[in-house]
């Protein structure tokens, strides 16, 4: 049982940042691949951002993200400290959602976009970007 906590959301200006954070419980995070996924109002949840497992010895993995969102946000993990982050830069309306984290335990080096491949969610945090 891996358990997700996310925070870090609030409500913010166009053009800010925000960091979000997923702390998973368990020993075995690094053999975790890590999720984001946001849901906004009248709309399914979709893929943001995801890390591999950890391919180098300094703990970095295989990134994928979302059009919509590359080169504003950057998702990063600190496997010591069991904690997933997304940093998301300017900001806009349109990201207004609640974001939700996610771990995937096949342990394949990849970098999954498909809600399908992940076995935990977390329960979200609200992120509400004003215009």
């Known amino acids: 049982q891996v358990q997700l906590v996310e925070s870090g959301g609030g409500l913010v200006q166009a053009g800010d940042s925000l960091r979000l954070s997923c702390a998973a419980s368990g020993r075995t995070f690094s053999r975790y691949a890590m999720g984001w996924f946001r849901q906004a109002p009248g709309k399914e949840r979709e893929f943001v951002a995801a890390?591999?497992?950890?391919?180098?010895?300094?703990?970095?993995?295989?990134?994928n993200y979302a059009d919509s969102v590359k080169g504003r946000f950057t998702i990063s993990r600190d496997n010591a400290k069991n904690t997933v982050y997304l940093l998301m830069n300017s900001l806009k309306p349109e990201d207004t959602a609640v974001y939700y984290c996610a771990a995937d335990l096949s342990r394949t080096v990849i970098a999954p976009k498909q809600e399908s491949s992940y076995d935990y969610w977390g329960q979200g945090t609200q992120v509400t970007v004003s215009s």
């Open positions: 890390i591999s497992v950890p391919i180098s010895v300094s703990g970095g993995g295989i990134t």
